[in-house]
């Protein structure tokens, strides 16, 4: 049976889970045999039927992500390449809930190893051909978001310039005006530079010297973020919230040593705007760690005006595709995994923009 401390949690939660997931957890705990009307029944049946918090923890519904996002709001900082079994010995560990006897933290689920199972890292295997990396394009401070260092104002004065007067989606044959795809360019060489500047390979060059820059300031507040890894051990991760995309963002630099090297040219950028303020920009590259040449990547970010901040554009929903293979000419954006990040902007809720 669980504590008060340990059910008080528990409940909170839950709550985050949608009536689905909360559905299909409560019949997994009862084997069906409790019926519920409403989302209080479930949550109390859960936490009734669960033997013990470690036993709740390690049920398969509840994912990685999302005892992630639980562990930050409650105030607790994990490293963001935390694997499962660390978070849920870091709950347990907030709760003052003991771990099981054995220090088993199998998924009782699947009976698969969660340190293996959710693990988030992306490892590919490291292609042969080596690569020598060059981010392309201004090394200047853009006011896409809040630069805490206070670039200048021509930088942002051009860019307010570059896009204003244009606030309607480009459908014309060749894409996006001259100005949005200036702009998306800039954007593009200006956010992989600021990244890549926090791999510790770039300490100590000029292409490091802007890796104090990078952080939440430039993600709204309820950013959306999805990871997507196709690897010989493929995975799939989501983060809400500026400080969790920006982490996550970090740690690809830090601790996996990523270096982005994108193709800044119309066959590798494409942008488009529309009528509400929302821009969507499309990027690829190459990916490289240390000398080697892992694969191609595949970007789209939806950007809005923060009119709090003189009108500078943060990131509001972004999606990463890391693909491993082995590169044989540059990147280029087809026209199909165009569409299809434009479909995934337009149906995302999170680029609503409130009036």
């Not at 930050?72 to 709950?91: F, N, Q």
């Not at 509400?276 to 990547?297: D, K, P, R, Y």
Request: charged share 20%; with cysteine.
């Amino acid at each position: 049976m669980l504590t008060p401390t340990e059910k008080q949690e528990s409940e909170r939660l839950l709550s985050k889970l949608t009536d689905a997931e909360l559905r299909s957890l409560k019949d997994t705990i009862t084997k069906k045999q409790i019926a519920v009307e409403s989302r209080k029944e479930a949550v109390k049946a859960i936490v009734e039927y669960s033997q013990s918090a470690a036993e709740l923890l390690r049920r398969k519904k509840l994912r990685r992500d999302f005892l992630f996002q639980y562990l930050a709001d409650s105030g607790i900082v994990v490293p963001v390449t935390a694997e499962k079994h660390s978070l849920v010995a870091a709950i347990l560990k907030h709760w003052g809930s003991q771990l099981p006897t054995d220090g088993n933290l199998r998924d009782i689920d699947s009976g698969t190893n969660l340190a293996a199972a959710a693990s988030q890292t992306w490892n590919p295997q490291a292609a042969a051909a080596s690569a020598s990396v060059q981010t392309t394009g201004t090394s200047q401070g853009v006011n896409f978001g809040v630069n805490t260092r206070g670039s200048s104002a021509e930088n942002s004065q051009a860019l307010q310039a570059a896009y204003a007067g244009h606030s309607h989606v480009t459908e014309r044959q060749g894409g996006a005006s001259p100005e949005n795809q200036t702009l998306g360019e800039t954007f593009v060489s200006w956010f992989y530079k600021l990244l890549n500047a926090q791999n510790p390979a770039m300490a100590g060059t000029a292409e490091g010297a802007g890796a104090g820059d990078f952080g939440p300031q430039h993600f709204w507040q309820d950013c959306n973020m999805k990871l997507i890894s196709v690897t010989p051990e493929p995975s799939d991760e989501s983060y809400t919230g500026s400080l969790l995309v920006s982490q996550r963002f970090q740690a690809l630099a830090r601790e996996e040593q990523l270096i982005f090297n994108p193709n800044v040219s119309r066959e590798g950028v494409r942008v488009r705007s529309n009528p509400h303020g929302l821009l969507v920009v499309m990027a690829c590259g190459t990916i490289h760690q240390h000398s080697n040449c892992l694969g191609v990547f595949e970007q789209m970010f939806g950007l809005v005006r923060d009119p709090t901040i003189d009108n500078n554009w943060k990131i509001k929903v972004t999606q990463l595709q890391l693909v491993s293979s082995q590169v044989t000419a540059i990147p280029k954006l087809t026209d199909s995994a165009a569409a299809d990040m434009l479909a995934i902007a337009g149906s995302s809720s999170a680029l609503a923009v409130m009036p």
